[in-house]
């Protein structure tokens, strides 16, 4: 079994300042493939070959609670799991109302709260080969995953949601993929052409919920996660998915094309029931402020812990000074650098691995940006957890320069530009042909970097002017690395000057942005353990 790639897409209906293309976030260091063992799977699996796993033997048409009798529907003995998936009526056994309109069936606003049966975890968001976060391996265990059952039918295949996650913080969904026969399929959703929608319902009323979309899942199912940008405070949600393309594999590998693309329509509505994870999610006011030396007004607002994670909210604004030298003034970008740390000092995780859950939105007239960190685990009321600044940066425009005569500048005699923390040091300018011949009718100019920097150079604005006033657009080749403070390192870095062609007599370096990187912040404090249940403090 393997577990096939994952991807991120954007929902676009609403800006927000993402992160980097980081797959996984630090709460997903450690990944809980599930909670029994590989030598159990092995014998389920040996003992099901050659055997549709969806047919339970001896299972009536009665309830599983009534088939049940006196089994705890909590435990997840094996013996408690043999039974349940016995007595259990099987969903799989399919209707079909048409040959080519599809087939919606709709669980209500009810979903069931249930441990899997023997069946559903050979194809569940928590089988052997899923990748299983610190979050959700806490809702399986605390028995919140809800079961849906809604599904659509085209084209002889159906689409059914098995497994919900949901809190304030994210939704997730698990869709498996059946035959006309109830088979289970190794099928892939395209996701390029599909449509999601998430609302929260309050008082009746529907409205828009903002998010990232991140897919994945195992060998039959599709995982399906929807992080919001905002906490969702309502007690109800509504999914509406619609699925119009679907491939068809032997494996999960996917290493050849699919056997078999199928164009339908599979609309699918559903209502899910917060009220359950609300009762568990604490809530936290934290109202810490602080100003940074170099202008970042800081007030954290509070904190919350979800069934399957949690959020940490704060804003930020530039003072007057700050505003003065940024890229678009009070409106400029800024952000903080931050880790979170242990009661022993120990770091559990930093800002640059919680980019791609970092949502921030800007309110423009006030200059006030409002950020929100989504993480997967986040037990702040069990364990000590500090926040601490380790740096911030400042998009801000900037006029630093240094000229110097190409034909005497060497490794052994270089130029130096310094400026904001970075010492650049310029051995050389290099005109000749592209590395391997790629363009062989055209030539480039190239200065080899040494020294120091303190900013990230490959993301700052340079250009190049020769003696006759000529501007060169200028980019930074070369890879750079950063740690958990920012601080940038070279790593064969280079200029690359476009369009120069001849060696200049004279030629001026400019930079006219830099991401202004400050390491002069002195901020922590502990998170408070306290709160409230479901609702926000006062």
């Known amino acids: 079994m393997t577990i096939w790639k994952r991807t991120e897409t954007k929902k676009v209906h609403r800006k927000a300042e993402g992160g980097n293309q980081r797959e996984d976030n ?3 260091d450690a990944l809980f493939p599930h909670t029994l063992s590989d030598e159990f799977t092995d014998r389920v699996m040996l003992a099901l070959e050659g055997t549709e796993i969806e047919q339970a033997q001896g299972a009536g048409t009665h309830s599983m609670a009534r088939e049940s009798g006196n089994i705890n529907p909590f435990d997840t003995s094996i013996a408690a799991q043999v039974k349940r998936s016995l007595a259990a009526k099987r969903s799989s056994h399919l209707k079909f109302w048409g040959a ?74 698990g869709v498996d993929v059946y035959d006309d026969k109830g088979n289970v399929q190794i099928g892939e959703i395209d996701y390029a052409s599909a449509d999601f929608n998430v609302y929260f319902i309050d008082n009746g009323n529907f409205a828009d ?44 590998l996917n290493e050849g094309p699919p056997i078999k693309k199928i164009q339908g329509d599979w609309t699918m509505k559903m209502g899910i029931d917060l009220t359950e994870a609300k ?12 100003v940074t030396p170099g202008g970042i007004e800081i007030h954290m607002q509070g904190a919350s812990r979800t069934p399957s994670g949690g959020s940490l909210e704060f804003t930020t604004k530039l003072t007057p000074d700050a505003a003065g030298r940024a890229v678009d003034g009070q409106s400029g970008f800024h952000k903080l650098n931050f ?41 702040y ?21 240094v000229t110097f005569d190409p034909a005497q500048t060497t490794a052994e005699h270089p130029a130096i530009f310094e400026d904001s ?6 051995q050389g300018l290099q005109i000749g042909p592209y590395p391997d011949n790629s363009l062989p009718d055209q030539v480039r100019a190239t200065i080899p970097l040494g020294g120091m920097v303190n900013n990230d150079i490959s993301r700052d604005a340079w250009v190049a002017i020769d003696e006759n006033g000529k501007e060169y657009s200028v980019l930074v080749g070369g890879g750079v690395s950063a740690d958990k403070a920012g601080t940038v390192y070279l790593n064969d ?22 991401h202004h990187l400050y390491k002069d912040a002195d901020w922590s404090f502990v998170i408070p353990q306290t709160g409230t249940i479901g609702v926000i403090p006062e």
């Open 26 to 28: 630090n709460w997903e």
């Open 100 to 173: 080519t309109a599809a087939v919606v069936v709709l669980a209500g606003s009810t979903l069931l709260y249930t441990q899997p049966t023997l069946a559903e975890m050979v194809r569940s968001l928590f089988a052997k080969d899923s990748i299983v976060d610190n979050g959700m391996k806490h809702v399986k265990e605390t028995g919140l995953v809800q079961i849906s059952g809604v599904s659509a039918t085209d084209h002889g295949y159906m689409l059914k949601v098995n497994e919900v996650i949901a809190d304030s913080t994210r939704l997730i969904i």
């Open 209 to 252: 919920v903002s998010y990232d979309m991140r897919q994945g899942g195992n060998r039959t199912t599709n995982k399906i996660e929807f992080i919001f940008m905002r906490p969702v405070l309502a007690d109800k949600l509504q999914l509406n998915v619609h699925i119009k393309e679907l491939s068809l594999y032997k494996d999960k």
């Open 279 to 290: 009762a568990q999610t604490l809530l936290t006011a934290i109202n810490q402020t602080y």
């Open 339 to 379: 880790h979170l740390e242990d009661e022993q000092g120990n770091v559990i995780g930093d800002s640059i691995l919680f980019e791609l859950r970092r949502r921030s939105e800007l309110e423009r007239w006030s200059g006030v940006t409002q950020w929100f960190y989504q993480f997967n685990h986040f037990d």
């Open 381 to 401: 009321d069990k364990q000590k957890i500090r926040f601490v600044l380790n740096s911030y940066e400042i998009r801000e425009n900037n006029t630093a320069s």
């Open 421 to 426: 923390g970075d010492k650049l040091l310029l």
């Open 493 to 514: 870095n280079y200029f690359v000057i476009h369009d120069l062609d001849i060696m200049p007599k004279q030629l001026t370096l400019k930079r006219s942005i830099v």
